[in-house]
């Protein structure tokens, strides 16, 4: 069985600021992980996913996150912060290629100028 | 582009009613999904299905059933709405190249 722990549900940077937005999986099997980013009113839209290649993923909009098996860790960091990047971040599991996700409760970062 | 679009941004209802929810996607993905989102729950999954005909239930199917007529519709059915029930659903379909899952816009849902 899979699971997601998102630590924060709410993050607040200024702008330029870093951002980490935390995430702590459990899986049973080689899991899948996923970062999933909402905007107001808005679908999800795919950050980055990791698949067992690269530990280090980068993705859109300058976001990267460490896969970290002894840690069960994939936290999410941004170098500098924009105002755009406000909006909520969930992240995901699943233990099978095409399987649903198991996703965290989400995480509202909020930037200010 | 993969598009994934649903039948209606923001719905309204009676409790008691018979909902439809519609999902659409035109890239040829087997394995189609409907999720609910709460705040403070994230997503749950309500039901799946990965072929024509072919449904699983998810986390949470009580109140819901589905159906997959066609490989590239996939609907979302409330045979009788309760207040419960409303909530945001987003519907993703799988792709299985880049073994991503693809989100629509999301129906806001509200049961009076």
């Known amino acids: 069985a899979q699971s997601v722990t998102q630590l924060g549900s709410h993050v607040s940077v200024s702008e330029g600021a870093l951002v980490l937005l935390r995430c702590n999986y459990s899986?049973?099997?080689?899991?899948?992980l996923f970062w999933y980013v909402q905007y107001p009113n808005q679908g999800l839209q795919l950050l980055l996913k990791y698949t067992s290649a690269a530990t280090l993923v980068k993705g859109i909009n300058g976001f990267e996150a460490e896969f970290k098996k002894s840690e069960t860790s994939f936290h999410l960091t941004k170098p500098s912060a924009h105002m755009s990047d406000a909006a909520e971040y969930f992240c995901?599991?699943?233990?099978?290629?095409?399987?649903?996700?198991?996703f965290g409760k989400g995480t509202t970062l909020s930037v200010s100028s | 582009d993969v598009k994934v679009t649903q039948s209606s941004r923001y719905l309204v209802k009676r409790t008691g009613e018979k909902v439809f929810l519609e999902c659409v996607q035109d890239?040829?993905?087997?394995?189609m999904f409907w999720y609910r989102q709460d705040p403070g729950l994230g997503l749950r999954l309500i039901y799946f299905?990965?072929?024509?005909?072919?449904?699983e239930k998810g986390d949470i199917p009580e109140g819901y059933s589905v159906s997959r007529e066609k490989k590239e519709r996939f609907s979302l059915i409330l045979e009788s709405a309760s207040t419960n029930q409303t909530s945001m659903y987003l519907c993703a379909s799988w792709d299985r190249r880049t073994d991503t899952q693809y989100f629509g816009p999301g129906t806001r849902l509200t049961v009076l």
């Open positions: 995901a599991v699943s233990g099978q290629a095409g399987t649903a996700l198991i």
């Open positions: 890239m040829d993905h087997e394995n």
């Open positions: 299905s990965y072929d024509v005909k072919m449904k």
């Open positions: 899986s049973s099997v080689p899991p899948y």
